[in-house]
Each structure stands twice: as structure tokens, then as C-alpha cells.
Nanobody
Framework: VQLQASGGGSVQAGGSLRLSCAAS????????MSWYRQAPGKQREFVAL???????QYENSVRGRFIIDRPNYENTVTLQMRYLKPDDTAVYYCSANVLTGPPGGPYSPSNYWGQGTLVTVSS
């Protein structure tokens, strides 16, 4: 299973960016899809999650500014980021919990990560 993230870039404070992540490979079904970020010198932290039913969770500092979504096309997750702040500067990673296995099963869940996309917010 491969996750390909895109959409990072540089923006001024108050601006917006939209990240996208597409999963491909041996996927029987997709469970939760998430975004994490890692700022320079800091540990990777949770940003947002969306379940297969569309239930969402957000880290406190991004709630109300970021929106995670799973568009109708399969195995894709997006992160719409608004009112960006310099503190949002980080490498953003998508993650997916995927049910995978050989044809006919058995299937088991595994976590996969994308390669990361850099978001830089200047003041």
C-alpha cells in the first residue's frame, strides 16, 4: 500500500492551503485516515482523523481552522487548512489504517504513512 501526499507549499499567515493524499495498492477496505505533522525539532503530532463513516476528530489548535474530508473518489483524504499561522509550519504526513491481505483473505489491518509534504507559513 502506498500513500501519496501533495499540496504543500509556502503561504503567508492568514492564508489557506489544501493537502491531498491518495492511497493505492492492495487495499480490501479503508479504515480511519489521518493527518499528522512534525515541526522542526519537535515530535510528530496528531492533526486530524476521519472515520469511514465521516466522523472527524481534530487537535485543539486546528479545530475550526482545518477541515478533513474524504471525497467521493475512493481512498483519498484531504485537509483544507485556513487561517494558517506560523506555528502550523511543519511537514504534514497522511496516515491510513488499511485492511489488506491476499485474495480471499484473511485480511488484517495495518497502518501506512505517506512521504510527507512541507507546509511553511510566514508571518
Amino acid at each position: 500500500v502506498q500513500l501519496q501526499a501533495s499540496g504543500g507549499g509556502s503561504v503567508q499567515a492568514g492564508g489557506s492551503l489544501r493537502l491531498s493524499c491518495a492511497a493505492s495498492g492492495n487495499i480490501f477496505s479503508m479504515n480511519d485516515m489521518s493527518w499528522y505533522r512534525q515541526a522542526p525539532g519537535k515530535q510528530r503530532e496528531f492533526v486530524a482523523l476521519i472515520s469511514p463513516s465521516g466522523t472527524t476528530q481534530y487537535e485543539n489548535s486546528v479545530r475550526g481552522r482545518f477541515i478533513i474530508d474524504r471525497p467521493n473518489y475512493e481512498n483519498t483524504v484531504t485537509l483544507q487548512m485556513r487561517y494558517l499561522k506560523p506555528d502550523d509550519t511543519a511537514v504534514y504526513y497522511c496516515s491510513a489504517n488499511v485492511l489488506t491481505g491476499p485474495p480471499g483473505g484473511p485480511y488484517s489491518p495495518s497502518n501506512y504513512w505517506g512521504q510527507g509534504t512541507l507546509v511553511t507559513v510566514s508571518s
